[in-house]
């Protein structure tokens, strides 16, 4: 086993004794509730309800664990002086900050397919279909993670993680409303506002377009393309965020 490979596999089994797997049955329990719930209050949206619901809480779930594990890296990792450690073997800065990024990806991914199991499994027990644009919405939350975790890998490589934390889950918000923003700015009369909201749309990622849990809910099928697109955009963003990162790690002194 490479350097590498141990550093992310080491990455996933120490998020393992942090108890991740806790969300597992937290969402199971909530998913559980709620189908419960909406079959005493509706049935024929019954589908559509519970596929906004799963998939509205599992992403809720995971970008909260995205931002927890990505954003307290090199602090936790000076906090406990491993970090001297690290940077004093062969493997360079630069692998080591991306076999730790390798290793929370292989945690979230591992997480959403067990949450995945489990809302499929309620939907073939109530009799729902399992759809195209499921699959799309949830390779979208897988992307829309990767994006989010890089992000939250490079703020931790100068800040705190209260402030990682911070940055990372306001960039999420603004990153499902920039284009709103950018409506809103070219009905502005102000062309300072216009330039400005130009401005906040171009220089943060577009979340929303890595969101298809509205497709999911109304089974509306996506295009292969339109999947390849998305791909390409968060794979591009988070590609820029891991270079900024091992940039600032590279230079950094943790003396």
């Excluded at 969300?23 to 559509?48: G, I």
């Excluded at 919405?137 to 490589?157: I, K, Q, R």
Aim: glycine fraction near 6%; include cysteine.
């Amino acid at each position: 086993m490479s350097a590498f490979t141990a550093m992310a596999w080491n990455g996933f089994r120490e998020a393992r004794r942090n108890r991740v797997t806790v969300l597992v049955a937290a969402f199971a329990l909530v998913l559980l509730f709620a189908t419960t719930l909406v079959t005493e209050v509706t049935v024929s949206t019954f589908d559509r309800v519970v596929t906004d619901f799963g998939l509205g809480v599992m992403s809720l779930l995971l970008v909260f664990l995205s931002i927890f594990l990505s954003s307290g890296l090199i602090s936790r990792e000076i906090e406990r002086r491993t970090i001297f450690l690290m940077v004093s073997k062969p493997l360079s800065r630069s692998r080591f900050l991306l076999a730790r990024l390798a290793g929370n990806m292989l945690t979230l991914g591992v997480l959403l397919v067990a949450m995945t199991l489990l809302f499929w499994l309620q939907l073939v027990l109530n009799r729902c279909p399992i759809t195209q644009s499921q699959f799309a919405a949830l390779w979208g939350l897988y992307l829309e993670l990767f994006v989010l975790t890089s992000v939250g890998f490079l703020m931790s490589t100068f800040s705190s993680q209260l402030v990682s934390a911070l940055v990372t889950t306001g960039l999420y918000f603004a990153g499902h409303l920039c284009g709103d923003i950018y409506n809103l700015g070219t009905k502005s009369k102000s062309d300072f506002v216009a330039w400005v909201s130009k401005a906040v749309y171009y220089a943060l990622p577009n979340l929303e377009r890595l969101n298809f849990r509205p497709r999911a809910t109304y089974a509306m099928e996506v295009a292969a393309s339109e999947l390849g697109k998305a791909t390409l955009y968060a794979v591009g963003w988070g590609a820029l965020f891991c270079v900024l990162a091992t940039l600032v790690f590279e230079r950094r002194d943790f003396r």
